[in-house]
């Protein structure tokens, strides 16, 4: 059912909208971030290595001047999320892709993973001409079904890489303990996920072996581009820095190389733009679940919005999406687009997020994919029969989900107040 015909007042038909002002946009920035950008460009030491060997062992820690940028905020990243190592890098996919290298993934090798989430996952994986296995995902929370994964355990398996879907947490114990009866190494997605505490006492990124995270200008941590990965192992610490850093090992000739890595490595001007936006992240995430306590129980009242179940025992949350379920029969009929359409046009903004899984992108089931590799003697699975086999990632992509920006979450009670009256006013 189309919302024109039954709804004359709603904006997107020429009524009056909800909200004509925007809400708060994101990043956050003001003169602390450009100051410690001037500082770096008046530094005349624009990347980690213009630092010498002397300068680094003089370091303090807490301190900036005199110290790498990048140092420095690896420091205090890992430091934020109780890890004992870092390594910035210069994108989340970046540190994904040494993750997965830094674990020992081999070409032939599965990864068992989530389809619900951005593509780069799935491609990290196959950059590696390993095997993407999908579970399906839990129909109440989005994240990948914990309880389906043992299930889809070969002589190939390798690892498991949960993604921490919004910022919401997998159930890592579940995982983890499917890990170690396997055999198997954790590499954490937690591109969503700054700041997110379970229980009190572990951050995302933290509960496998690697966890990685993004500072893409849209994440709750932005520096425009730029990533890290967080490990407390202190092997896959050393090979991960060498991977990033084109191979090269600490205390070794410059121009010798140990092993086949990239440059990845993130520069001050980007490393001092995020020790400015990590200043800010738990406080903003504190005023994002604050906001999310008042906001949710009242979208849950209207017909056909159900809120996305958060894992139990998360005291500090990044809510980087606020995902609702939306069941277009229990409001009537009112397709999911047509209700975005009408949020947005009520002054709203709103999305439905991914628009297929990650094993329907045409690069997935594509001659060029598949005869790469072939070439390595490895032969891909059937992706296109993955939506039988995954009927709440379908659901969630074609019909159901409903994204928030985390921004929105930003705003004040009145903001809030706007978001409930535009959901009323489009579902009465």
Not at 108 to 137: H, K, R, W
Not at 363 to 391: K, V
């Amino acid at each position: 059912m189309s919302a024109a015909p039954d709804f004359p007042q709603l904006a997107v038909n020429g009524g009056a909208p909800v909200r004509r002002e925007p809400f708060p946009s994101w990043p956050v920035h003001d003169e602390a971030e450009a100051n410690a950008v001037a500082a770096v460009a008046n530094s005349g030491k624009w990347w980690r290595c213009a630092y010498s060997d002397a300068e680094l062992e003089q370091k303090h820690p807490g301190q900036i001047e005199g110290r790498s940028r990048v140092d420095v905020f690896e420091e205090r990243f890992a430091r934020a999320h109780g890890a004992r190592y870092a390594v910035a890098v210069t994108s989340g996919t970046a540190a994904l892709e040494i993750a997965i290298r830094t674990a020992g993934i081999e070409p032939g090798d599965e990864v068992i993973t989530t389809p619900y989430t951005f593509i780069a996952t799935s491609q990290c994986i196959m950059n590696q001409l390993a095997v993407p296995v999908y579970t399906d995902i839990d129909p109440h929370s989005y994240n990948m079904d914990a309880a389906q994964i043992e299930g889809l355990i070969t002589e190939r398996t390798r690892a498991i890489l949960p993604v921490h879907f919004s910022g919401n947490l997998c159930d890592m114990q579940a995982i983890g303990a499917i890990a170690k009866k396997h055999d198997l190494v954790v590499i954490e997605d937690a591109a969503h996920a700054h700041g997110v505490e379970l229980d009190g006492r572990q951050y995302a990124g933290t509960f496998g072996d690697m966890g990685c995270f993004s500072f893409q200008e849209s994440k709750n941590v932005a520096t425009g581009e730029g990533g890290m990965l967080l490990t407390n192992d202190e092997r896959y610490y050393e090979l991960a820095f060498s991977l990033h850093h084109l191979g090269r090992l600490p205390g070794e000739l410059w121009y010798k190389h140990f092993h086949q890595g990239w440059n990845y490595r993130m520069n001050e001007f980007t490393a001092a733009v995020g020790i400015v936006q990590l200043g800010r992240l738990f406080e903003q995430n504190a005023q994002r679940m604050e906001n999310y306590d008042y906001l949710m129980p009242a979208l849950a009242d209207l017909p056909g919005i159900a809120p996305c179940r958060d894992f139990p025992g998360i005291t500090r949350h990044s809510h980087h999406l606020q995902m609702l379920r939306y069941d277009a029969e229990a409001a009537g009929g009112l397709s999911r687009d047509d209700l975005i359409a009408a949020l947005n046009a009520e002054g709203i903004p709103c999305l439905a997020g991914y628009t297929f899984p990650n094993y329907a992108n045409p690069f997935m089931n594509s001659e060029e994919t598949r005869s790469r590799f072939a070439a390595a003697g490895i032969t891909l699975p059937d992706y296109d029969a993955h939506a039988e086999r995954c009927p709440h990632t379908e659901r969630a992509c074609y019909e159901e989900a409903v994204w928030l920006e985390h921004r929105l979450l930003l705003g004040d009670r009145r903001d809030m107040d706007d978001i409930i009256a535009a959901f009323a006013k489009v579902l009465g």
